[in-house]
C-alpha cells in the first residue's frame, strides 16, 4: 500500500470517526430535548387533571372523562388519579396503569418519571387541603419516534455522503501532498556515482519537505567531498606505491641482465632495501590513515599527556640522534590537571608525526611547551625550519599534499592529514603558526578531563 492510499484510508477513517461522534452527539441531544418537552406535557397534564377534579368543586369524574374525549390529548395517553390508599378515583383508557403494584412503586417521592414499554409516564403527588393525591399519566409520544427517525435516516445518509466525498478529496490531497516527493524520488533515481553533483529543488526551504531535499543535498555534497577525496586518495596512492616499484624492477633487472661484480650487488640491493623502508613507511602511512578514518569506535581512556608527549619524543629522538627536543613545562599542583581523555595509541602517533617534521625541515633545536589553563591544555610544538609558505597553509592537512619548498626533503605529505583527523576525534583543536624560512609553530589545546 503506497503512501496515497494509505493517507486517504486513514483520512476517510478520521472522518468517519469525527461524523459518528457528532451524529451520536446529535442524536442524543435531540433525544434529551425532545423527551424532556414530553415530559413536562405529561406533568402538565397530571396537574391540570388533580386540579379540575380535586380543586374545582363542579368538575366530577364523568365531566373530567369528557373534556378528556373531547379535547386533543396525547397519544395513547393513560390517566389514572387515586387518593393517599391508593383507591382509584379517576381513570381514563387506562392499560398498564390498571396494575396496582405499578401504582405503588413511584410514590416515595413527590415527583417520578418513568418508562413501561414504548410509553413514557409521570407520577405526581397532589396536596390539597392537607390531603394527598396520586396523579399518573402516560402516553406514547409519536412525535419524537418520528422525528428520531427520520433523523437517523439523514444522519445515515449524511455519513454515507460525506464518507464517499472524503475518499474523493483525501486521495485527491494526499496525491497533491506527496507530489513533492515523488519529484524528489524521480530525482534522485537519476543520481549516481557519477551525478553526485546533481542538487535536488529545495522549494521554499520552509516546509519539511524542502527541509528534507535540504537534507539530502548536503549529504549529496559530503558525499561528493568523499568521492573526490578517495579518488584523490587512489591516484596519488597509485603514484606514490608507482614510484618505488618502479625503482626496485629497473634495479633488479639491471642486477639480472648480466653477472656483476659482489661491490655491485651489495650497492644496488642496499638500494631495493632503502626503496622497501620508504615503502613499507609509505603503506604504514596509508594503514594509519584509512584506521583513523574508517567508521569505528576507538576506544577512549584517561591518558596522562606528558607521558604521551615524552613517548613519542623518545621514538623521534632514536630516527635521529643527537637532536635536542626542549621540553618546557611547569606541572601543576594537581596532577588531575595532566589527564585528558583519548587513546594513546594515536596521540603518540600524531605527536611522533608533529616531532618527526620538525626534525625533518630544521637543523636547529625543537622547542615543546605545556600551557595550563582553567579548561584546557596547550602543547606548542615549535622549529626554526624552512616553514610554510603563507599560500599554502590552509592545504597542509590535505593528504598528499607537501608545501612547494620542501619537494627536496623524503616524504609523502600523510603525516600531517594523520595528525589532523587523531586530533579531530580527540575533540581538540589544531592551529598552525609559520612563516617562510622563519620556522613553524603547531599549537594543539586539549580539554581537561572533567
Known amino acids: 500500500m503506497n503512501i496515497k492510499i494509505r493517507l486517504s484510508f486513514q483520512f476517510t477513517l478520521i472522518v468517519i470517526g469525527i461524523l459518528l461522534f457528532f451524529s451520536i452527539l446529535v442524536y442524543y ?16 397534564s397530571a396537574k391540570n387533571s388533580a386540579i379540575l377534579l380535586i380543586n374545582v368543586e363542579e368538575v366530577d369524574s364523568t365531566l373530567l372523562k369528557k373534556i378528556h374525549q373531547s379535547t386533543i390529548s396525547l397519544e395513547n395517553e393513560e390517566i389514572a388519579l387515586t387518593d393517599s390508599a391508593y383507591n382509584m378515583i379517576y381513570s381514563n383508557n387506562i392499560q398498564y396503569l390498571s396494575d396496582k403494584t405499578i401504582l405503588t412503586d413511584f410514590t416515595s417521592t413527590d415527583l417520578k418519571y418513568f418508562s413501561i414499554a414504548d410509553k413514557d409516564g409521570v407520577y405526581y403527588k397532589h396536596f390539597f387541603k392537607n390531603r394527598a393525591y396520586n396523579v399518573f399519566v402516560m402516553a406514547f409520544d409519536k412525535s419524537r419516534e418520528e422525528n428520531l427517525s427520520e433523523l437517523k435516516r439523514i444522519l445515515f445518509w449524511s455519513i454515507l455522503f460525506s464518507t ?43 516546509d519539511e519537505i524542502a527541509q528534507l531535499s535540504i537534507t539530502f543535498n548536503e549529504m549529496l555534497s559530503n558525499l561528493e567531498v568523499a568521492f573526490k577525496n578517495q ?31 659482489e661491490e655491485e650487488y651489495i650497492e644496488h640491493i642496499s638500494a631495493i632495501v632503502n626503496d622497501l623502508k620508504k615503502l613499507n613507511a609509505l603503506i604504514n602511512s596509508l594503514l594509519e590513515l584509512a ?25 623521534v629522538q632514536a630516527k635521529y640522534p643527537g637532536r635536542k627536543i626542549i621540553s618546557k613545562i611547569q606541572y601543576p599542583d594537581n596532577e588531575n590537571d595532566l589527564l585528558v581523555n583519548g587513546n594513546s595509541g594515536l596521540l603518540v602517533i600524531a605527536f611522533k608525526n608533529l616531532f618527526d617534521n620538525a626534525c625533518k625541515f630544521s637543523d636547529d633545536d625543537i622547542t615543546t611547551e605545556f600551557i595550563f589553563m582553567d579548561n584546557y591544555i596547550k602543547i606548542n610544538i615549535s622549529d626554526k625550519g624552512v616553514g610554510i609558505p603563507s599560500t599554502e597553509i590552509n592545504n597542509i592537512f590535505k593528504p598528499f599534499t607537501r608545501a612547494s619548498n620542501v619537494k627536496f626533503k623524503s616524504g609523502f605529505g600523510i603525516g600531517l592529514a594523520l595528525v589532523s583527523k587523531i586530533i579531530e576525534l580527540h575533540d581538540a583543536t589544531l592551529k598552525v603558526f609559520s612563516a617562510e624560512n622563519q620556522g613553524t609553530r603547531f599549537e594543539i589545546a586539549f580539554k581537561k578531563l572533567e
Open 29 to 44: 441531544f435531540s433525544y434529551a430535548s425532545q423527551l424532556g418537552k414530553f415530559r413536562e406535557n405529561l406533568l402538565d
Open 164 to 206: 464517499w466525498l472524503s475518499v474523493l478529496l483525501s486521495y485527491f490531497f494526499s496525491k497533491k501532498a506527496i507530489k513533492p516527493i515523488s519529484k524528489i524520488i524521480k530525482s534522485v533515481k537519476e543520481i549516481n556515482s557519477l551525478k553526485l553533483g546533481t542538487r535536488l529543488d529545495e522549494g521554499d526551504k520552509k
Open 231 to 261: 579518488e584523490d586518495f587512489v591516484s596519488n596512492a597509485s603514484h606514490e606505491l608507482r614510484t618505488p616499484l618502479s625503482v626496485m624492477i629497473s634495479e633488479s633487472d639491471y642486477l639480472l641482465s648480466r653477472s656483476r661484480k
Open 291 to 315: 584506521q583513523v578514518n574508517r567508521d569505528i569506535d576507538i576506544p577512549f581512556s584517561t591518558v596522562r599527556i606528558d607521558e604521551t608527549v615524552f613517548s613519542a619524543i623518545n621514538q
